[in-house]
T-cell receptor, first 113, second 114 residues
């Protein structure tokens, strides 16, 4: 069965801290891995990773994929209270798996002032 | 430009009633997806539409759930004879043909079945 597992489940840090969120996966026909930020209801797209070892970066956020070890990390440096959200990892599969995304359970991040 | 929109934003219904949820995708996006998110959990895939192809209904949990889409526009998700376990946020997403993995989500409809 395809699965995506995120850790930790939740995390509380103070402003200025650096956090690392983890996502591991076991799926058939891996095609890409995506990170989303969910603050209220709508997940907003952060990154899509398809190639191993290539870091994607946007401001204080960065992510990297390891296709050999089947995991990805999302780093947030100099955290701010506005980073408080649920971070979702999802995997897209090719072949007969269709086009849906398989999501992990999310990591709830709380950044305290 | 306008993002994915969904209506209603909240729906409270009684067990056994039917509900209809609506999704307006981003203009020009050929693919449309419905997901369900129960409280404190990740998103579960329900159904996927791509252009005029037959939809992928593999995620629908029971025959009480159905969805329609007219061409590349609006989609409706219908839940018949609602049960309390149907309570969740129902999220719709759309993606362009050239990048179907990058799905853009709407704000969701929070369904509460009493």
């Amino acid at each position: 069965e395809d699965k995506v597992v995120q850790s930790p489940l939740s995390l509380v840090v103070h402003e200025g801290d650096t956090v690392t969120l983890n996502c591991s996966y076991e799926v058939t026909n891996f095609r890409s891995l995506l990170w989303y930020k969910q603050e209220k209801k709508a997940p907003t797209f952060l990154f899509m990773l398809t190639s191993s070892g290539i870091e994607k970066k946007s401001g204080r956020l960065s992510s990297i994929l390891d296709k050999k070890e089947l995991f990805s990390i999302l780093n947030i440096t100099a955290t701010q209270t506005g980073d408080s959200a649920i971070y979702l990892c999802a995997v897209a599969q090719g072949g007969n798996a269709g086009n849906m995304l398989t999501f992990g359970g999310g990591t709830r991040l709380m950044v305290k002032p | 430009g306008a993002g994915v929109s969904q209506s209603p934003s909240n729906k409270v219904t009684e067990k056994g009633k039917d509900v209809e949820l609506r999704c307006d995708p981003i203009s020009g996006h050929t693919a449309l997806y419905w997901y369900r998110q129960r409280l404190g959990q990740g998103l579960e895939f329900l159904i996927y539409f791509q252009g005029n192809s037959a939809p992928d209904k593999s995620g629908l949990p029971s025959d009480r759930f159905s969805a329609e889409r007219t061409g590349e526009s609006v989609s409706t998700l219908t839940i018949q004879r609602t049960q309390q376990e149907d309570s969740a946020v129902y999220l719709c997403a759309s993606s362009p043909l050239r990048s179907t993995d990058t799905q853009y989500f709407g704000p969701g409809t929070r369904l509460t079945v009493l």
